[in-house]
């Protein structure tokens, strides 16, 4: 404590106003008055601002731009080739998000007087002090939800300076690059980099695992490695190192060398840990209730590492709200059936026990191709994609799946509520399957797998 240091004590202290704070805050708010929300800036939410909505808002432009080049496939002929004036395109994008970001604010920290509102940094020291500029907070509980931020080599950056582009700053742009590399083919690298390849940049991806877009079944994978290659060459299990060269940046892999003016670096997310003072680094989250360590800590969203997606942001920041609020008795979160969607092209969704973790022995696994017999897959020239269910061998039970394919953001979600509700192959196939539909193609798989199923028991053959 220092003599120009003033004192504020609070029963329950919030960092972080992203989507996690902002959850945690709506729980604290209707138990008490005695409360301080606490972020450094920007507002808005990573979400809003550089994350789920941006990206997706691009991702449209850039599928309807590709789009037009399928016209003639259709029978339709255009006068000519469409323009894109790719100023307007980020400026579309930016007033999405300018929307988003003001309409969320206004809601939020916006109503709040300096009694709850504290714009500053702050660190969590043991002894239950949060320092904010000169500010020492004495709160009874915390909930931390600082959030996360892009994985970048310290000395890329400084090698590559302008040249070197990540989810941070690629809105900011007002012309397309020529040439992009996009380094890091998970989720929000593949999205990004297939969006910047519809909309005609030339793109090359790069990622030092086989794996791209957090695909883990080798079915899914391989197929959608084939598919993205024909607009957008990857060059996997690459360990690059980007160079800058005057003004270019150059790339150098084991089957050759890459050269262009920008490179979009998705490396990953890593959480932010600069709230935590010295004695707090090595301490634990429980993947449960939350807490750190046990202290009345609890720590939520991208900043506890668990997930890094907005729904689990959402419930983990309920989830640290009420074991704040309940503090000493600590529950439990209400675990959801895992599920994460990747806005690629074909869409990607992985619901409910990962490939990695099934017993094989154990497991019956269906396989659907696109590209055979889904009537409807075929008429919208989308007959392309994998569709991969497990089961659970002796109780029949779907587990989970990976679906790599047009529309599987909905699938994917009819599948993991199935999941949740512990739905037999059955029971699935029992539901009502209209035609001509992509779900078709669902059921397609749900009856293979019920026929080893019933086969399994000695049981007769699903009509
Ligand atoms: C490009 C991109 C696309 C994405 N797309 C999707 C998607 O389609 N679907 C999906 O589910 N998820 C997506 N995500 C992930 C999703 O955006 C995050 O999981 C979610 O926004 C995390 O919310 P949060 O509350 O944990 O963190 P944030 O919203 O980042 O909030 C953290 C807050 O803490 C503040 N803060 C940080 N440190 C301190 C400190 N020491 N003191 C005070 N305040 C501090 C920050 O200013 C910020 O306001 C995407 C992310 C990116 C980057």
Not at 96 to 107: C, E, K
Request: net charge negative.
């Amino acid at each position: 404590m220092t003599s120009t240091q003033h004192i504020k004590k609070v029963k329950f202290a919030i960092i972080g106003a992203g989507s996690a704070g902002l959850t945690a805050w709506n729980e604290i708010k209707q138990v008490t008055d005695d409360y301080v929300l606490i972020d450094s800036g920007p507002l808005g939410t990573t979400c809003a601002r550089v994350g789920c909505m941006p990206s997706k808002a691009l991702i449209h432009i850039a599928e309807h731009y590709h789009s037009w080049h399928e016209a003639a496939s259709l029978g339709i002929e255009m006068p000519a080739q469409p323009i894109l004036h790719s100023d307007q395109v980020f400026e579309r994008v930016r007033r999405f998000r300018d929307r988003f970001t003001s309409g969320l604010i206004a809601n939020t920290t916006d109503t709040l007087t300096e009694q709850h509102f504290i714009t500053g940094r702050a660190v969590v020291f043991s002894n239950g002090e949060v320092h904010v500029n000169d500010l020492v907070i004495v709160a009874e509980r915390l909930i931390v939800a600082v959030g996360s931020k892009p994985i970048v080599p310290d000395d890329w950056l400084e090698n590559l300076g302008d040249l070197a582009l990540t989810s941070d700053t690629v809105f900011e742009l007002d012309a397309l690059p020529n040439r992009l590399a996009v380094i890091g083919l998970g989720v929000i690298g593949l999205e990004l980099g297939q969006a910047f390849a519809q909309l005609g940049v030339e793109v090359e991806g790069f990622d030092a695992q086989a794996q791209i877009g957090g695909l883990q079944d080798p079915i899914c994978n391989d197929f959608m490695q084939e598919y993205v290659a024909q607009d957008m060459p990857i060059h996997l299990n690459q360990q690059v190192v980007p160079l800058r060269e005057q003004n270019q940046v150059k790339i150098t892999f084991s089957d050759g060398e890459w050269v262009g003016d920008k490179i979009l670096l998705t490396l990953g997310r890593r959480p932010n840990n600069d709230w935590r003072s010295e004695s707090l680094q090595d301490l634990n989250i429980d993947p449960q209730t939350l807490q750190l360590g046990d202290l009345p800590i609890f720590v939520a969203g991208d900043a506890s590492g668990f997930h890094g997606i907005l729904h689990e942001a959402n419930r983990e920041g309920k989830t640290a709200a009420q074991n704040a609020i309940n503090y000493p008795e600590t529950r439990g979160r209400c675990n959801l059936t895992p599920l994460a969607i990747v806005f690629s092209h074909p869409q990607l969704c992985r619901l409910g026990v990962a490939f990695s973790d099934l017993d094989l022995s154990a497991t019956i696994i269906g396989t659907f191709d696109l590209n055979c017999n889904n009537g409807r897959a075929i008429v919208m020239d989308q007959d392309y994609g994998r569709i991969r269910l497990y089961a659970d061998k002796q109780s029949g039970r779907l587990l989970g799946g990976e679906l790599a394919m047009p529309s599987a953001e909905h699938l994917g979600h009819l599948l993991a509520w199935s999941v949740q509700m512990q739905l037999t192959l059955n029971e699935l196939s029992n539901m009502p399957f209209y035609h001509p539909v992509l779900e078709e193609a669902v059921q397609n798989v749900i009856d293979t797998m019920l026929d080893e199923f019933n086969a399994v028991h000695g049981l007769a053959k699903n009509k």
